[in-house]
C-alpha cells in the first residue's frame, strides 16, 4: 500500500499488471505475435553484435536463404509442407483438447500405408499416376486414421490417457517402419526401399520446366497443393459445420456439450482419426514428394514441431500455413548460414518471444502515477 | 483531543468520487460511500447496478479509474487484495476460493508467510479452533473442505479473514447459497463479528434480508448511488425496490386462470443415486400436464437435482420410469429429449449450460444448432446463426458489447438471460426450469417469472423446481414437495403450513389423518 507524504523522491510512474477484464479487439492476437518476432529479432540482433557479427547483414542472408529467389522459396516450400498437414492434424485434435502427441507415429503410418501401394506392390509400376495418386493417398488416410483411432478408442472407451497412449505409439510406429525399410522391402541391404517408380511420384513445378522455363529446378511439388487443400476443408470443417461446433463445444466445455446432448466418446474417436488422417497424409507427402521412396529418416521431428507449429497459430487453420512457412524458412535457413546455430538461436527466440506474448493477452500494462492520491 | 468522539466521527471506509468504466459501460459514477465502524452495510442493487465493482475496488482487485479509499481515515491506494488486506478489508466472494482437496487450517493458511517452511499444523489447527469459537464459525479444522456443506466453507471463508486481520468483512451475496437454517446462522454470526468490533458490507439484491440484517442500505442503480444511508427500519420493500429498480416492481403476478390438458411429463417411482454415490432418489413419482407449472418445493439436497438430471438424460436412472408424452426417455441419452422438445435451465448454469471461452452466438445455439436453418445438413450457415443470436440478444435485453464476445466477460445475470433465452426460445414442450431466478436482481427475476407464465400460456407444461417458496406460490398451479428422495405430497391450495411440514419430512397422508383426528375430537 502506498500513503502520500513519503519524503523518499520515488520514480514517478510505475507499472502494474492488471487481467484483462474484456474482451480484444481481433487484431490485438497477431499484432501481438508479429510484436513478438520483431522483439526476438532485436534481442537475436543484439547477441549477434556481442559476439562480433553484423546483425543486419545476418539477417538479411537468412531471409535471402529462405526468400531471396524463387528457388530457394520453393525449396522453404517443401519443407513447409508437411508442417502444414500436420499443424493441422494437430489444431483439429487440440480444438476438443485432446492432446494428440502421436502426429509423428501418425506420420510414420502413413508413409508405410502409402508404400505399400508401390512396394507390396498393390499396383504394377506402369500405372497411370493419377491412379497412384488416389491410392495413396487414401491409403495414407487409412493408415493414420487408423493409428488415430487405436489411442482414440482406448480414450474414449477406458479413459485412457491420450497423451500417455499417442506418445508411446510413435515409438511402434516407428519401429514397425524400421522392420521393414531393414528387412522386407531393403534395397541391396541399404536401409531403405527401393526407388519408386516414376508414375508414383508427386508431381513437381520442375516437371513442367518444359513449358514454362521458369519453373526449372523447382522442388515444390503436389503436396504443397493437397496441403492448401486440406487448409480449406479443416477450416470448413471447425467453422461452417455441425460437427466442428460439436468439437469446439466439447474442447470448451465437455459438461455442456453432455448437457446439449453431444456424445463425446464418438466424437474423441471420429476427431483422433481425423488428426491421425492428417498426419498421415503428411507422411505419404514427404515420401512421394521428397525422397521418393521409403527410409529410416522421413521426418525431423515434423510430428512435433507441428505441436508447436498448431499451437501458435492459435489453432486456425490458416494461422497454420503462415506459422509453418516461417518454420520451414528457418529450417532451410539452418543449412546456409554458418555457424548453423544461429538460425536455430533466432528460432528459439522467435519462440520464447511468442509463447511470452501470449501473456499479454490476458493481461494488460497499467501505467500508474504515484503520489496522486489527494 | 477526545480520542473516542474523534473515533465515531472517522469511518471504518469512505470512498469519494469512485469512477470506473469497463469499455462500453460507466460501472461507477462518482460513488460516494461510508462504512460506520461496528456496524451492518448493505449494498442494494440490480445486477449490474455496478456494487461488485465498488466492492472489488474496495478490496484491491481493480483501481478506480479516478476517487479517493480512505481507511479510518487515511487515504490508500490498493493494486492487489494483499495490499487491501494488510489494510484489514477482507471480501469473501460469493463462489468460494478454496481448495477442496485441503483441510480447513491449510486453506486459512494458504499465501501467509508464517508457517514458513515446516507446518506445525496441529499448533494451527488450535489456533483456529479458538478463533472459530470466538466468532461462533464453528468448523472442524481438521476437516476437508470439499466434506463440508456449503454453509461450513463460508465459515472458512470468513476465518480466512479473520485470520489475516480484516476488520471490514465485505460479504458478497453471502446468502445465494445457503439453506434457510444457514442464513439464520449467518445472521448470527455476523451479529456477534459487529459485537466483537468489526464492521461488514453485505452485499445482496434480497430485499427481505436486507431489511432483517442491516443498519444502512445504500441503493445503487446503473452505477449512481439513489439512495444513500438509508435505515431500514424506515422503509417497505416496495420503495426500496422502487429506488433499485426505478419503477414500481409486482411482487405478486397476475395469473391467468387456465385448464391444464394432457399428461406431458410423467415419472414413476424413480431411483437414483447422487455424485457419491449415495442414493438420492428413492421412488419419486409426479406428473406434469400441458399448460401448467408444477413446482417442486424442498430444502436444497433432498434429490431435485439428481431428478432434474435423470429426466433430462444426464443421470442414469437405477429403476424407475421418465415418460414423455408417453415415450420412455428413461435412460436415453439428452438428445432425445432435446429432440421432442424438452428445455433445461440447469441449477449451475456456468457450469454446466455455457460454454466460457465461445461466442454468445455459439452459446444460443446450443440447442438448436442442428435444425434448419441454423444447421442444414452437414454445415452451420453462420449467417442465420449470427442473425438468430441478434434476435434473442435483443428480445431479453442480453447485454454485451456483442454477439461475438465470449461469455465469461457476460455478468451472471445476463448469463441467465442468455440460457433462458435460448432455452424457451425454441418454445419447449416441457420445461425443466432449476432455480431459474437465483442470483437474479428484482427487476431480472420479474422479467424471468413473466417469461414463465407466458409459456405456460402457450401451453408448455413447466416444472419450476425453487427454494423460494413465495415463488413457487405465486407461479405454481400445484406444488409438489419432495424430501429425502420421495414426494411427500402434492399442494393445490398453498397452504404453508401444509407444505413446512412435508419440507421437514411428514407426508401428507400423516398430515390429513391428524388433521381428521383433531376436527374429530
Known amino acids: 500500500m502506498t500513503e502520500t507524504s513519503t519524503p523518499r523522491r520515488r520514480f514517478p510512474i510505475s507499472f502494474q499488471l492488471e487481467p484483462r477484464l474484456t474482451d480484444t479487439s481481433r487484431w490485438l492476437s497477431p499484432a501481438l505475435s508479429l510484436g513478438a518476432v520483431v522483439v526476438a529479432l532485436l534481442i537475436g540482433g543484439v547477441i549477434l553484435a556481442l559476439v562480433g557479427s553484423d546483425p543486419w547483414k545476418t539477417y538479411v542472408h537468412i531471409a535471402k536463404a529462405s526468400f531471396g529467389d524463387i528457388g530457394v522459396f520453393s525449396d522453404t516450400l517443401v519443407k513447409a509442407t508437411p508442417l502444414i498437414l500436420v499443424g493441422l492434424a494437430c489444431s483439429v485434435a487440440f480444438s476438443m483438447r485432446l492432446w494428440n502427441i502421436g502426429a509423428e507415429g501418425q506420420f510414420y503410418i502413413g508413409a508405410f500405408t502409402a508404400s505399400t501401394v508401390v512396394l507390396v506392390p498393390l499396383l504394377p509400376d506402369d500405372s497411370p499416376g493419377w491412379l497412384f495418386l488416389i491410392t495413396m493417398i487414401a491409403a495414407s488416410l487409412i493408415g493414420g486414421a487408423l493409428w488415430g483411432f487405436i489411442p482414440g478408442f482406448l480414450k474414449a472407451r477406458f479413459k485412457v490417457n491420450e497423451v500417455i497412449s499417442t506418445l508411446m505409439m510413435n515409438y511402434i510406429a516407428v519401429a514397425w517402419n524400421n522392420y521393414f525399410i531393414f528387412a522386407v522391402w531393403s534395397e541391396g541391404g541399404f536401409q531403405m526401399s527401393k526407388v519408386f517408380p516414376k508414375n508414383a511420384w508427386l508431381l513437381r513445378l520442375s516437371d513442367f520446366s518444359n513449358q514454362v522455363p521458369a519453373f526449372r529446378g523447382l522442388t515444390t511439388h503436389f503436396g504443397l497443393i493437397l496441403a492448401l487443400v486440406a487448409t480449406v476443408v479443416v477450416w470448413l470443417i471447425l467453422y461452417r459445420s455441425k460437427w466442428g461446433y460439436e468439437i469446439r463445444l466439447i474442447g470448451d466445455n465437455p459438461e455442456a456439450a453432455r448437457y446439449a446432448g453431444i456424445p463425446i466418446a464418438r466424437h474423441t474417436i471420429l476427431v483422433m482419426m481425423l488428426s491421425g488422417a492428417l498426419a498421415g497424409l503428411a507422411g505419404m507427402s514427404e515420401i512421394s514428394g521428397v525422397v521418393h521412396r521409403l527410409q529410416g529418416a522421413i521426418s525431423p521431428g515434423y510430428g512435433f514441431t507441428g505441436i508447436i507449429v498448431a499451437w501458435l497459430a492459435k489453432l486456425n487453420p490458416f494461422g497454420v500455413v503462415l506459422v509453418s512457412v516461417l518454420f520451414g524458412a528457418l529450417i532451410l535457413a539452418g543449412r546456409e548460414i554458418q555457424p548453423s546455430g544461429v538460425p536455430k538461436l533466432i528460432q528459439g527466440i522467435i519462440l520464447v518471444c511468442l509463447i511470452s506474448s501470449d501473456f499479454l493477452m490476458r493481461y494488460r500494462i497499467r501505467i500508474v502515477r504515484r503520489a496522486e492520491e489527494m | ?521
Not at chain 2, 56 to 71: E, F, K, R, S, W
Not at chain 2, 177 to 188: N, Q, T, Y
Not at chain 2, 335 to 359: F, Q
Request: with cysteine.
Open chain 2, 1 to 521: 483531543m477526545n480520542p473516542a468522539g474523534e473515533l465515531e466521527d472517522i469511518k471504518a471506509v469512505s470512498m469519494h468520487g469512485i469512477v470506473k468504466r469497463f469499455p462500453g459501460v460507466l460501472a461507477n459514477d462518482h460513488v460516494n460511500f461510508e462504512l460506520c465502524h461496528g456496524s451492518i452495510h448493505a449494498l442494494l442493487g440490480e445486477n449490474g447496478a455496478g456494487k461488485s465493482t465498488l466492492m472489488n475496488i474496495l478490496a484491491g482487485l481493480y483501481q478506480p479509474d479516478t476517487g479517493v479509499i480512505l481507511i479510518n481515515g487515511k487515504p490508500f491506494t490498493f493494486h492487489s487484495p494483499r495490499q487491501a488486506i494488510e489494510a484489514g478489508i477482507g471480501m469473501v466472494h460469493q463462489h468460494f476460493m478454496l481448495v477442496p482437496s485441503h483441510t480447513v487450517t491449510e486453506n486459512i493458511l494458504l499465501g501467509l508467510d508464517k508457517p514458513r517452511f515446516r507446518m506445525h499444523l496441529k499448533e494451527y489447527d488450535h489456533k483456529i479452533a479458538e478463533l472459530g469459537e470466538q466468532f461462533n464459525l464453528q468448523v472442524d479444522p481438521r476437516a476437508r473442505v470439499w466434506q463440508l456443506s456449503v454453509g461450513e466453507q463460508q465459515r472458512v471463508e470468513l476465518l480466512k479473514m479473520l485470520y489475516r486481520g480484516a476488520n471490514v468483512l465485505i460479504m458478497d451475496e453471502p446468502t445465494a447459497v445457503l439453506a434457510p437454517k444457514e442464513v439464520e446462522d449467518l445472521f448470527r454470526t455476523l451479529r456477534t463479528m459487529v459485537a466483537a468490533g468489526k464492521s461488514i458490507i453485505f452485499i445482496s439484491h434480497k430485499l427481505h434480508e436486507v431489511m432483517s440484517i442491516a443498519d444502512q442500505v445504500t441503493v445503487l442503480r446503473r452505477g449512481k448511488v439513489t439512495a444513500a444511508d438509508i435505515d431500514p427500519s424506515t422503509v417497505d420493500r416496495a420503495q426500496l425496490a422502487r429506488l433499485m429498480v426505478g419503477r414500481d416492481v409486482l411482487f405478486t403476478l397476475e395469473k391467468s386462470p387456465q385448464k391444464p390438458g394432457d399428461v406431458v411429463l410423467s415419472v414413476k417411482g424413480l431411483e437414483a443415486e447422487n455424485d457419491k454415490g449415495l442414493p438420492a432418489l428413492r421412488g419419486a413419482t409426479l406428473e406434469v400436464h400441458s399448460g401448467e407449472i408444477v413446482g417442486l418445493a424442498g430444502v436444497a439436497g433432498n434429490g431435485q437435482r439428481e431428478l432434474a438430471d435423470v429426466i433430462t438424460g444426464l443421470r442414469r436412472a437405477k429403476s424407475g420410469h421418465v415418460l414423455v408424452q408417453g415415450e420412455e426417455l428413461t435412460n436415453k441419452s439428452p438428445c432425445m429429449g432435446i429432440k421432442m422438445g424438452v428445455s433445461h435451465i440447469p441449477e449451475d448454469r456456468t457450469h454446466v449450460g455455457t460454454a466460457p471461452n465461445l461466442s454468445v452466438t455459439d452459446n444460443v445455439i446450443m440447442k438448436t444448432y442442428n435444425l434448419p436453418p441454423i444447421g442444414r445438413g452437414w454445415m452451420l450457415n453462420s449467417i442465420a446463426a449470427e442473425r438468430y443470436a441478434v434476435k434473442l440478444k435483443d428480445a431479453y435485453e442480453i447485454l454485451a458489447p456483442s454477439i461475438n464476445t465470449p461469455v465469461r466477460l457476460l455478468s451472471g445475470g445476463n448469463l441467465q438471460r442468455l440460457i433462458l433465452a435460448r432455452e424457451i426460445s425454441s418454445a419447449p414442450m416441457l420445461m425443466i426450469a432449476m432455480q431459474p431466478t437465483r442470483g437474479l436482481d428484482v427487476g431480472a427475476i420479474e422479467g424471468v417469472l413473466r417469461l414463465l407464465l407466458a409459456q405456460r400460456e402457450a401451453g408448455a407444461a413447466i416444472l419450476l423446481v425453487s427454494e423460494e417458496l413465495e415463488e413457487l406460490l405465486s407461479l405454481s398451479d400445484r406444488i409438489y414437495i419432495i424430501y429425502d428422495g420421495q414426494i411427500m405430497g402434492e399442494v393445490l391450495d398453498g397452504d404453508i403450513e401444509k407444505i413446512g411440514m412435508m419440507m421437514t419430512g411428514t407426508r401428507l397422508e400423516l398430515i390429513q389423518q391428524q388433521e381428521t383426528l383433531s376436527t374429530g375430537a
